[in-house]
């Protein structure tokens, strides 16, 4: 025999020995769309109004903070959404040339309005606009990255028209829908605050250790009451400063462990630039409370023992998911504003199972059919060439287990399809 021909033989078997391989058991190896597996299809809104306030917010800090350093005694007010703008208290006595060049530094484009003790800050034209529309895509990528670490095989996530505020989100084969809810609708903005005062159990006793008064740099937020046995047992809260230490934006990596007790927690490092500022603070603020606080509720907040260079944990009574979801969350980023659930429809896999049946009835008619024309129209030369018909569907298949493809109706269709052609 040519020695070509047995190489070319050789060849043959093995790439279909490897096509089996990748290929075995199918019902394993080959994955299903949503219109075969089932799964969840959601329609998501951004709450826009969150992405301007935070803008406004973020403004107001910036320059009141910033004023402070330059001897500018400024106090935050309150921001309004409606008129895309926020106040700040300015004292009779301060110098306004230095406070408008500060602005236009530090709030640039903003249209000032002075007023008696109150200046107003209005977001410059159309700069809404823009704001809402990042919130929509940072949203969008967040959920991507949330969807893509949780493992789920194809989804659909896309923007609902050029200027909208809804996603449409679409998780084949998803078997704990309410898990994957949380995970994409959870904020999860994480920030590490310098506690007042506090824990208080309750916000009246909180406010009665401080004169009645909220100071305007601080804010009070609940926390879980931990038990001897870890368990929750009731609600605390705390006056912390608003302004944070350090943000989960500045985290560099996180991932659930343990410690020493077996208890699940999140270990987490931060950025270099960061690492230096919180090693600064829990430095010079040993032997005082640091609050941990996630999506506006404090989940722990520990006395500070030793200086933290930049890698610490986050402990808050967790389960091994509750952990696992949230270090997932930190990966991913915090979502820029709240999302709510217009729709949500559960699609069974009964249908999927079905489609599945008739599709590949269907190809295996179809390919008996047309073996059969092969073998009467070409007689002999007909055999070879269903023989190359069926390594050609287990090669295609087999690529598709490999690859980790995901079949769906449109691509059985896409099977049957390449079985008439070749």
Known sequence: MDRKLIWRIILIVVVVGLALWSLYPPGEKLRYGLDLSGGIHLVLQVQTDDAIKAELDDSAQR???RAREEGLSLSQGES????????????PTTDAAK???LADSWVPGYSVSPGAGVWTFELPPNMDRTVRDMAVRSSLETIWNRVDQFGVAEPVIQRQGLESDRILVQLPGVDDP???KDLISSTAFLEFQEVVAGPAPDR?????SIGGIIPSDSEVLPGDREGLDGQIIGTDYYLLKKAAIISGQELRSARRSQDE?????????TQPYAADK???????????RMAIVLDQRVISAPVIESRIPGDGRITGNFSIEEAEDLALKLRAGALPATITYLEERTVGPSLGRDSVVRGVRAAVAGLAVVALFMLVYYRKSGLNANVALMLNVILLLGAMA??????????????ILTIGMA
């Open 63 to 65: 320059l009141v903070s």
């Open 80 to 91: 309004n959404i409606e008129e895309l703008s926020f106040t700040v208290g300015v004292p």
């Open 99 to 101: 406070l408008r060049e």
């Open 178 to 180: 309410a898990r994957v």
């Open 204 to 208: 009246q006793s909180l406010l009665a």
């Open 261 to 269: 007790y077996g208890q699940a927690v999140v270990n987490f490092s």
């Open 278 to 288: 919180f090693g600064q603070y829990t430095g010079s603020h040993i032997g005082t």
């Open 402 to 415: 490999y690859f980790g493809a995901t079949l769906t109706l449109p691509g059985i269709a896409g099977v």
